[in-house]
């Protein structure tokens, strides 16, 4: 940046802000950034945890795939094509976008946020039944074609424990209503980096009622093998 662009740039606030302030200048300067740039920040951490959400959840899935024996194709980095899981896969759910095993006698493929047709929204698990090798846009505009949808919330502030369910809790609902109107009932599930009580009350209701197939507490390492087992076997 040269000097001109600079001036144009800082000068209106140093005169409009910074020079009255006077030797308080400095601490006009910190609280006015904090003001005009904190929920940038907060956002930017927002997506921080969603992404590490997605890695812990990934990495489960992985090494359930890895267990089992079975021949595991992965989908990374800014490539669309399709690749045997490495023999060294350290690493690999950083960049990850999908996943595909065989499951009995079915095909599966699992893709990472994903905006569903039907819902016009962005999904952020969403598992096939297809190979890898057959996914396409019209695999993703076959509702038939969706054998589960999950939600995946990775904030672990217990404060905003409750938003967050009730968010994944309103984009369930959108998916479920959207499906049931063409007679499907794909499996729906939910994993949440905070979990508190009264939630967790709100959403055993669901399960036992059927409403929501499964669910997990991110937090809780049992859980989340639990539930990776789960993906990896329906």
């Known amino acids: 940046m040269n000097l001109d662009t600079y001036m144009i740039l800082f000068m209106p606030h140093y005169t409009k802000f910074l020079e009255p302030a006077g030797q308080h200048f400095v601490e006009e300067l910190v609280y006015r950034f904090l003001l005009t ?6 956002g930017s951490m927002r997506n921080v945890g969603g992404f590490l959400a997605q890695c812990k959840l990934s990495r489960a899935i992985i090494a359930c795939l890895s267990l089992s024996g079975q021949p595991v194709y992965v989908q990374s980095g800014k490539s669309q094509e399709w690749v045997s899981m490495p023999s060294d896969d350290a690493g690999i759910e950083l960049t990850l976008r999908g996943l595909s095993w065989s499951v009995a006698s079915s095909q599966r493929t699992l893709k990472l946020n994903l905006t569903v047709p039907l819902v016009a929204k962005n999904v952020d698990l969403c598992l096939f039944d297809c190979p890898a090798i057959e996914f396409s846009n019209s695999i993703v505009n076959d509702p038939s074609k969706y054998v589960a949808l999950g939600e995946l ?11 967050h369910w009730k ?17 499907l009932n794909p499996h729906l599930f939910y994993v949440g ?22 669910a997990a507490n991110l937090t809780n390492e049992d859980q989340i093998s639990s539930i990776a ?3 990896c076997a329906i």
Do not use: Y
């Open 153 to 163: 919330k990775g904030g672990i502030d217990p404060a905003g424990a409750d938003e």
């Open 167 to 183: 968010t994944a809790g309103t984009a369930l609902a959108r998916i479920r209503e959207a499906f049931s109107k063409l007679s």
């Open 193 to 214: 980096g905070a979990i508190e009580a009264a939630m967790a009350e709100e959403i055993w209701e669901r399960l036992t009622s059927g409403w929501l197939e499964n």
């Open 229 to 231: 087992q789960w993906v």
């Open 37 to 42: 740039r904190g929920d940038t920040l907060g």
